[in-house]
């Protein structure tokens, strides 16, 4: 079964969750850092538009998400230790820290990709006790899905990466927001010619990273399953 999120959603954004000790009561209290790839990041992804429309609504957030990762290569790199770090720096316990990989975890570079049933998965769940060991607490995130189209139909070969987070999520009863699902089923609502227009440059064939209104779009999904 999988495990549904929107309630605990909620008590995160409260200061209830389960797995948190006594901590800010309002969302206005909290810090939220966006951890994932370029389709995350500044200026490629969603998280800068989500932080923009945040702003007003928690005390900060900060998008430390890096083009071109994986969730091997983000922690091999020590970007992972910098996420960390922060927490720890910014006295960031009860931060809310949003985790979404799976575009170059697909791909076919050997130094990044990883296998959604093995590694991937004993990654992102060590990001997940990770942050719960500094009493923040995790929200997993599904990929956004790839624009691909087939007969009308998304095919983005996310759907292994997107299904591991689902699992991991129901496992250690952790926060989730399945943007791949979502995402697709938006897609599939579209054609393709409106589609290439949330992409960086409405012309071109870009089937990964989003332009600006892309990453509206994207980013106001996150925001309503986050009920604020």
Known sequence: MQWRTISR???ALAGLSACAQA???TPEQRD????????VSSTTGWGDAFCQSMVAKVKSCANLARAGRSSRSFRKE??????LQKIKDDGASHAL??????????????KRRTDPDVDFTDIISEYVDDVRSLNAEPILITPVARRIYVDGKIRDG??????????????????LIDLHTMSVVALEKM????????????????????????ARYFADMVIRQLRL
Not at 78 to 83: A, E, F, N, P
Not at 159 to 164: C, D, F, M, N, T
Not at 192 to 208: M, V
């Open 9 to 11: 959603l909620g008590m």
């Open 23 to 25: 901590g800010p009561s």
């Open 32 to 39: 939220i850092i966006l951890v994932g790839d370029s389709t």
């Open 78 to 83: 020590g970007s992972w230790k910098s996420v």
């Open 97 to 110: 820290v949003l985790i979404q990989f799976g575009h170059n975890d697909a791909g076919k570079d050997e």
């Open 158 to 175: 996310l759907e292994p990466y997107a299904g591991a987070v689902r699992r991991i999520a129901a496992a250690k009863r952790t926060s």
């Open 191 to 214: 054609s393709p010619a409106e589609a290439r227009g949330l992409g960086p440059n409405g012309t071109q064939p870009d089937i990964n990273h989003l332009g600006p209104k892309g």
